[in-house]
């Protein structure tokens, strides 16, 4: 079963950057993306616990620095911590609750984007804070709420049919 | 107690991670290059699945713009040929310029030729009906110092005279009209003789040149200019070539048919002659 586990975080990493990096491309509204692959690692470290979650988002965050950050892992880092910080709430994380996970998710990606903007702005001596908020953050974690569902839904749907089976056999 | 434990193990795996990306972070800062091959190899693994998917999103994404766009593309048409007739429009302005700026310095060439003459520009602003200008309109007038009996040509030679100047433009009798009588002479042999205008004879394309010497050895190719003895018209300005002599019935005179050397059908600009010829007028002395 570990094989069979193994293969659907790699698998759903692998998609979820290609999603997050090609076809949500298209997808711009208003020039904001959707962040999934901070939606993928959340999800995990909601449902599976803070080891898988820190897992992913070691992959997810290696994976972005990979393609498009310039310092290997700054990314992955802060994927790390927030797969670690998100794992504590899976003690309160029912399989049947939605509001949690959403509100955690949206709560995340602006988190996220005010950490991105403290450590690659403010840092840089842009604080320009309300117009980055107006354009990018509030935008991005609105879509990111939005999107969070089905990913949220598809994902704690394989892992409980995943049960399942572990459970039969 | 199990709880405990696997906290623990979270705590630790965090500290892994954590010291991981340190160490990613501390190498690629320090050592950038060392890293370099991991990246290679992550590219040249997801860089082909994003490029298929990457694709099939274009495709998908193509497709819904090609279906949207059926009726944008109409719309854009329309606008688009608006924008061609008004080009094209512009385009036909500028050509005309062109063809105008030929003419213009084809004029000043001749304002060169008649130097010893002043002259002024003017354009043809209307004309009588039909397609000889017999007689037309220029937009100079008395405010620009025009006066009755100046001349005027054109790029070709001898166009007309003008008759009557109002403040802003003059009307011009041009030599082909019916009424017009041009003294003129042959510049090699020096023979008078007058210019008979005719927009009869016009529309076969030649004027009437009547009182020719018989003794003038007038032929074929000789160039007609206004004469010395003219009252109006100032010396030496083309008329035309001779094409055809010749004898009268009475034999006592020749008739030319004349060719004039100004395209009457096509005039626009012409040049006015602002020398008046200093005529005396010898019925006044004799009647004195």
């Keep these: ?169 | 107690m199990r709880m405990q434990k696997r906290k623990f193990d979270s705590r630790h795996y965090l500290i892994i991670f954590i010291g991981v990306c340190l160490l990613f972070i501390g190498v690629s800062v320090f050592a950038g290059g060392v890293l370099s091959p991991i990246k290679n190899l992550a590219m040249n693994v997801l860089a082909p699945m994003q490029k298929g998917i990457n694709s099939f999103g274009n495709g998908v994404f193509s497709w819904n713009e090609e279906k949207k766009t059926t009726k944008e593309l109409k719309d854009e048409n329309v606008i688009l040929k608006e924008k061609l007739d008004a080009q094209k429009l512009q385009n036909k302005v500028l050509k005309q310029d062109q063809v105008e700026l030929e003419r213009l310095e084809k004029l000043l060439k001749l304002k060169s030729k008649y130097k010893k003459y002043n002259s002024v520009g003017a354009r043809v602003i209307s004309k009588g009906s039909g397609n000889w200008f017999d007689i037309f309109v220029i937009d100079k007038g008395s405010k620009d110092g025009m006066k009755v009996n100046m001349n005027v040509i054109s790029e070709g030679g001898l166009v007309g005279i003008v008759y009557e100047v109002d403040k802003n433009y003059s009307k011009v009798r041009s030599i082909i009209n019916d009424t017009s009588m041009v003294s003129a002479m042959f510049l090699k042999t020096n023979d008078k003789c007058i210019v008979k205008g005719s927009l009869d004879t016009m529309d076969n394309g030649y004027l009437e040149v009547v009182y020719i010497d018989k003794s003038a050895k007038v032929k074929k190719g000789d160039e007609l200019v206004t004469s010395y003895i003219s009252s109006k018209f100032v010396e030496g300005i083309t008329i035309g070539t001779v094409y055809d002599v010749e004898n009268d019935s009475t034999k006592l005179t020749k008739t030319a048919k004349v060719k004039p050397s100004v395209d009457f059908k096509h005039l626009k600009e012409v040049l006015v002659i602002t020398d008046l010829k200093n005529s005396v007028s010898i019925d006044d002395t004799m009647k004195e």
């Design chain 1, 1 to 169: 079963m570990k094989i069979k586990n193994t293969i659907f975080y790699v698998l759903s990493v692998v998609i979820c950057f290609l999603l997050q990096t090609s076809v949500f491309e298209f997808l711009k509204l208003n020039d904001v993306m959707p962040n999934i692959l901070l939606i993928l690692t959340v999800s995990f470290a909601i449902i599976k616990g803070q080891s898988v979650g820190m897992g992913i988002g070691f992959a997810c965050g290696l994976l972005i620095d990979i393609f498009s950050g310039d310092v290997m892992g700054q990314y992955a880092l802060l994927y790390v911590i927030i797969g670690f910080v998100n794992g504590c709430f899976h003690e309160y994380f029912y399989e049947d609750e939605v509001l949690l996970p959403i509100a955690l998710l949206v709560a995340n990606s602006f988190i996220y984007s005010l950490l991105i903007f403290t450590f690659f702005f403010v840092l840089r001596g842009r604080i320009n804070l309300l117009a980055y908020l107006r354009v990018v953050m509030i935008p991005e974690a609105v879509y990111t709420g939005v999107l969070a569902l089905p990913i949220f839904y598809v994902i704690s749907m394989i892992n409980y049919r995943m049960k399942l089976s572990e459970k039969r056999s």
